[in-house]
């Protein structure tokens, strides 16, 4: 069946980094795209950023312009988001969506909390 | 900065019928928009329910609905269940892959 399965759960110091993986399966990889979204504790959903599996372009939101990065492998089907320079507001459940033509997010990861705190 | 807006929270009774909105800052709302509809229960992912406006996914219940109303994009809930009480989401693409969510809304159902 089609699915996104993320990494676990991480804990970081304020000023470090995360790197949270989303493994595809069940699906052509490179015909789609893949967005993050996270969700802090309490709070509604926030879109981060977009990347082609098929060449790789992207799109980030301007509040996290040049602190993220987000990169595909395709040789796993395996989609990667690193925030760096992390701080405490950073705290948050995050999120991989499968992006189709039709501009859906059809299927999500399970979600990855990350917990900034020193 | 782009907003999106939708109705912090909604009450409905068990079998009754209730419209969720999704307004932007930009304007009104089109099918260029590609307006999408999620659900998410406490502790759980979102489930994507309505895309391109009104286009239904194979898992979506049939009672769920899609349209444009006055402007915005809006997701009708007829004959409701008591499982439907949840936080309801929207999103709304700007271009150049771009994509803005709406503030959600909590409905209850009661």
């Known amino acids: 069946q089609v699915q996104l399965v993320q990494s676990g759960a991480e804990v970081k110091k304020p000023g470090a980094s995360v790197k949270v993986s989303c493994k595809a399966s069940?699906?052509?990889?490179?015909?789609?795209?893949i967005s993050w979204v996270r969700q802090a504790p309490g709070q509604g959903l926030e879109w981060m950023g977009w990347?082609?599996?098929?060449?790789?372009?992207?799109n980030y939101a301007q509040k996290l312009q040049g602190r993220v990065t987000m990169t595909t492998d395709t040789s796993t089907s395996t989609a990667y988001m690193e925030l760096r320079s992390l701080r405490s507001d950073d705290t948050a459940v995050y999120y991989c969506?499968?992006?189709?033509?039709?501009?859906?997010?059809?299927?999500w990861g399970q979600g990855t909390m990350v917990t900034v705190s020193s | 900065q782009t907003v999106v807006t939708q109705e912090p929270s909604l009450t409905v009774s068990p079998g009754g019928t209730v419209t969720l909105t999704c307004a932007s800052s930009?304007?009104?709302?089109?099918?260029?928009?590609?307006p999408n509809w999620f659900q998410q229960k406490p502790g759980q992912a979102p489930r994507a329910l309505i895309y391109?406006?009104?286009n239904k996914h194979s898992w979506t219940p049939a009672r769920f609905s899609g349209s444009l109303l006055g402007g915005k994009a809006a997701l009708t809930l007829s004959g409701v269940q008591p499982e439907d009480e949840a936080e309801y989401y929207c999103?709304?693409?700007?271009?150049?892959?771009?994509?803005?969510f709406g503030g959600g809304t909590k409905l209850t159902v009661l």
């Open positions: 969506a499968r992006v189709t033509i039709t501009m859906t997010f059809d299927i």
């Open positions: 069940g699906y052509t990889f490179t015909s789609y795209g």
């Open positions: 990347i082609s599996a098929y060449n790789g372009n992207t």
């Open positions: 930009t304007g009104a709302v089109t099918s260029g928009y590609y």
């Open positions: 391109s406006t009104s």
């Open positions: 999103l709304l693409y700007y271009g150049g892959a771009h994509w803005v």
